[in-house]
């Protein structure tokens, strides 16, 4: 079935749902979401029903905005906007985008400025026609958040991606053949070894690739080049589990050899992501070395990234569908499960995992409802691996850092940016915290500094404790005096 066919029958399943007094003005796929605009975008306020229907009923992520007739003038909507949103939200600022009838608000607090069941967000559509949408303002304040967010908010950028996710949208809902299907997975890097992870998912009418990284002590890149991969144009879409260099370090390089469609992550990943990726050729500039790609390709990930939440399944191809779940490992880490044709084949790809509770996150999710195949990382899962326990290891710490201050000495603790660090920081603080050891300030590295603000701007992805002291207590041990630039 064609696409325009597609649509025409969604069109007449929506009339059939959505009541008569609500008028439909264009439907349309844009990237994996189906969004329907709407003169009556109130009538979807006050009846969340509606939206769960079609969902339910057309088995597609649903997106309700207003049409462009409706939204109210730009001062006018700011100003209703800063009456409506509670002092104690914390509003810093409001991003208006014509094209898609969407407003962004940042605020210090997203849950004072959604309100309970979301009723302050269905009062600003009611009020003001634009479709509100609430992003966190990150305590510390990050430069990779603050650019991202400036680059994404671009005029010329939101024109050239709202043609870009109908073009995704058109060809995930391409018309394709009928014969039998089959699943293959090829090993493109990352298996006996570590390092430059990557997969190729393949079916009879898709390609996924699975990370795509880079193997930081050596200059060897996974196969990208295997006649199964190649040409890169025929990838559908590109999946990232977590922002580590060896599991994402060459997704820009796609784009410098003519890559140009999705990638599918976290939004903390795609700002990891882009973090690491702009340091790793900082790095290997400086060393003398030749760069596989630009800053410029790094760009173009960020503006062909399509973030997901935990849980959300989502068509990714004719034939594919997509579910992340947390994976423990660092911040917006995911395990990839992915739904093959209509019951065919579930494969999941663990990515790098935590199997237990740490100090930053949740164990990783293994319960799914149906699962025929798993490829999961073993970095330490040989027979003779055991690790010390979470307690262990910081009795460890608290007993070096203990000895090392009673003569007077300093501590130099050298760790990953991202994941390592911040599970260090908040080992120290709460030792600090709790009088075991003395309280001294803690000097953080310029890009563990950036790293952790990144944090900072998710704090629902940490673990149930760790939001807890957040939310409930307005305690986060990130923003502890003790940190020193």
Aim: glycine share 6%; hydrophobic share 40%; with cysteine.
């Amino acid at each position: 079935m064609r696409v325009e066919d597609v649509l025409d029958k969604i069109r007449e399943t929506v009339k059939g749902i959505v009541p008569n007094t609500v008028e439909i003005t264009n439907i349309e796929f844009e990237g994996p979401l189906l969004v329907i605009y709407t003169k009556q975008i109130e009538e979807f306020a006050e009846n969340s029903d509606i939206v769960r229907n079609l969902a339910q009923t057309l088995r597609k992520r649903i997106a309700i905005r207003p049409d462009p007739s409706i939204l109210m003038d730009l001062d006018n909507a700011k100003k209703e906007i800063e009456k409506i949103i509670p002092k104690d939200a914390g509003l810093t600022d409001v991003f208006f985008d014509v094209d898609t009838g969407e407003a962004t608000i940042e605020a210090m607090a997203p849950g004072l400025a959604i309100g309970k069941y979301g009723v302050i967000l269905n009062d600003i559509k009611k009020r003001i026609g634009w479709a509100p949408k609430v992003v966190r303002t990150p305590p510390i304040p990050s430069k990779t958040v603050k650019d991202i967010r400036k680059y994404m908010r671009s005029k010329a950028l939101v024109s050239e991606r709202n043609i870009l996710l109908r073009k995704i949208g058109r060809k995930i809902h391409r018309e394709i053949g009928e014969n039998e299907n089959w699943v293959r997975v090829t090993a493109l890097g990352g298996f006996r070894e570590v390092g430059r992870s990557a997969s190729l998912l393949t079916t009879r009418n898709s390609k996924i690739l699975i990370d795509c990284g880079v193997n930081v002590g050596s200059e060897n890149f996974p196969y990208i080049n295997a006649p199964e991969a190649l040409p890169v144009e025929s990838i559908d879409a590109v999946v990232i589990t977590h922002a580590h260099l060896d599991h994402c370090g060459l997704v820009p390089m796609l784009y410098k050899y003519g890559y140009d469609g999705p990638i599918y992550c976290t939004i903390p990943t795609r700002d990891l992501m882009s973090l690491l990726q702009l340091d790793y050729i900082k790095v290997a500039s400086s060393e003398g070395r030749k760069t596989p790609y630009e800053s410029s390709c790094i760009r173009e990930t960020v503006k062909h990234c399509i973030p997901l939440r935990y849980g959300d399944t989502t068509d990714i191809s004719p034939d594919v569908r997509l579910t992340l779940h947390n994976a423990g490992h660092i911040l917006g880490s995911s395990i990839a499960h992915f739904h093959i044709g209509d019951g065919l084949h579930n494969v999941a790809f663990t990515g790098d995992i935590k199997y237990e509770k740490t100090w930053l996150f949740n164990p990783a999710m293994n319960r799914f409802p149906r699962i025929e195949t798993l490829i999961m990382e073993s970095t330490y899962g040989g027979y003779q691996d055991f690790q010390p326990s979470r307690i262990e290891a910081s009795d460890q710490l608290k007993d070096i850092v203990q000895r090392t201050l009673s003569k007077k000495g300093k501590v130099i603790i050298p760790v990953f940016a991202v994941g390592r660090s911040q599970e260090v920081m908040i080992v120290l603080e709460h030792l600090i915290r709790s009088g075991e050891i003395p309280n001294v300030p803690i000097y953080l590295d310029g890009m563990i500094w950036e790293a952790t603000a990144i944090h900072t701007a998710y704090p629902e992805y940490l673990n149930t404790y760790l939001r807890n002291m957040i939310f409930q207590k307005n305690e986060n041990p990130f923003l502890s005096d003790v940190f020193k630039r």
